[in-house]
């Protein structure tokens, strides 16, 4: 409010809290502007974040466009963007390139699967919103926004300070809600792409490193609730199949797989492990 009353571009609403995708919905249905950006409360940005996405948008009149991101765990030690530490870089995505580039693996992927770090065309959310309700609510409507999208841009420049929560523990406190809202977010994609032949090979790699991921990240919570046991069996067999019949996969690559599937707690030691020195 007392921004409001600084300075006129500004609007102030009040609403009884609804969470967070009731809110961006909120949001949306009430915008005056032509772009869309959306930022996490407890992450940070550089001063020149919006100037830079403008400056892009209109350059290449993209639909999308985004920043890199640095990652930090605490406010006291985050790492600072420098411009002088960086080589500017600027890519260009075109229409089916884009999807491909989000089921990519994290080494060679530009778009970050967050929602943050990026500005929308407004256009873009003409017949989309948030689902309500939903945990992991960015993976239910990224890649809908992305497959709507004709030009999308990253600028490797890392200005959006992206908060990593909860990397203190490798047994953390899940719900039932938190595995089965990701599982499916993920049941969602494969239903959207799974008869689309050019997407599929980077369709299925994306959901065999998201599975894993998944296996991983509630391997203490699975291993005590019997009701997700099925599931957490379909998971691993899907896994198993995908790298027994999957053409193209490195030896390396299926190590690894077989190592996080047959030590899931072990890995996760690992990974706990790796945050802290980070």
Same mark, same amino acid.
């Given at each position: 409010?007392?921004?409001?009353?600084?300075?006129?571009?500004?609007?102030?609403?009040?609403?009884?809290?609804?969470?967070?995708?009731?809110? #961006?919905?909120?949001?949306?249905?009430?915008?005056?502007?032509?772009?869309?950006?959306?930022?996490?409360?407890?992450?940070?940005?550089?001063?020149?974040?919006?100037?830079?996405?403008?400056?892009?948008?209109?350059?290449?009149?993209?639909?999308?466009?985004?920043?890199?991101?640095?990652?930090?765990?605490?406010?006291?030690?985050?790492?600072?963007?420098?411009?002088?530490?960086?080589?500017?870089?600027?890519?260009?995505?075109?229409?089916?390139?884009?999807?491909?580039?989000?089921?990519?693996?994290?080494?060679? #992927?530009?778009?970050?699967?967050?929602?943050?770090?990026?500005?929308?065309?407004?256009?873009?959310?003409?017949?989309?919103?948030?689902?309500?309700?939903?945990?992991?609510?960015?993976?239910?409507?990224?890649?809908?926004?992305?497959?709507?999208?004709?030009?999308?841009?990253?600028?490797?420049?890392?200005?959006?300070?992206?908060?990593?929560?909860?990397?203190?523990?490798?047994?953390?406190?899940?719900?039932?809600?938190?595995?089965?809202?990701?599982?499916? &977010?993920? &049941?969602?994609?494969?239903?959207?792409?799974?008869?689309?032949?050019?997407?599929?090979?980077?369709?299925?790699?994306?959901?065999?490193?998201?599975?894993?991921?998944?296996?991983?990240?509630?391997?203490?919570?699975?291993?005590?609730?019997?009701?997700?046991?099925?599931?957490?069996?379909?998971?691993?067999?899907?896994?198993?199949?995908?790298?027994?019949?999957?053409?193209?996969?490195?030896?390396?690559?299926?190590?690894?797989?077989?190592?996080?599937?047959?030590?899931?707690?072990?890995?996760?030691?690992?990974?706990?492990?790796?945050?802290?020195?980070?």
């Amino acid at each position: 409010d007392e921004l409001k009353e600084k300075d006129e571009r500004i609007s102030v609403y009040h609403k009884p809290n609804g969470g967070l995708s009731d809110a #961006r919905n909120f949001g949306i249905d009430h915008s005056k502007g032509d772009f869309y950006l959306f930022i996490d409360s407890d992450d940070a940005l550089h001063p020149d974040f919006c100037k830079v996405l403008i400056e892009l948008q209109n350059k290449y009149n993209a639909d999308i466009v985004s920043t890199g991101v640095i990652r930090f765990y605490d406010f006291v030690k985050i790492k600072k963007f420098d411009n002088a530490n960086y080589t500017s870089k600027e890519t260009l995505i075109y229409d089916k390139e884009i999807l491909k580039q989000y089921f990519a693996p994290e080494s060679k #992927r530009y778009i970050e699967h967050g929602l943050c770090m990026k500005l929308y065309k407004k256009e873009l959310f003409k017949e989309l919103r948030f689902s309500v309700g939903r945990l992991h609510e960015d993976l239910y409507i990224t890649h809908k926004l992305l497959n709507l999208t004709h030009c999308f841009v990253y600028t490797n420049l890392p200005y959006y300070y992206y908060f990593q929560k909860n990397q203190n523990s490798i047994c953390k406190t899940y719900k039932s809600k938190n595995f089965t809202d990701e599982y499916d &977010a993920i &049941a969602l994609m494969i239903s959207s792409y799974e008869n689309d032949i050019d997407l599929l090979p980077y369709l299925k790699r994306f959901v065999a490193d998201h599975y894993m991921f998944l296996i991983n990240r509630y391997y203490c919570y699975l291993s005590k609730n019997k009701e997700l046991l099925p599931k957490k069996n379909e998971l691993v067999a899907w896994e198993k199949n995908y790298l027994k019949t999957e053409p193209g996969l490195s030896f390396g690559y299926k190590f690894k797989k077989y190592i996080k599937l047959t030590f899931p707690h072990f890995y996760a030691r690992y990974k706990l492990l790796k945050n802290k020195m980070d």
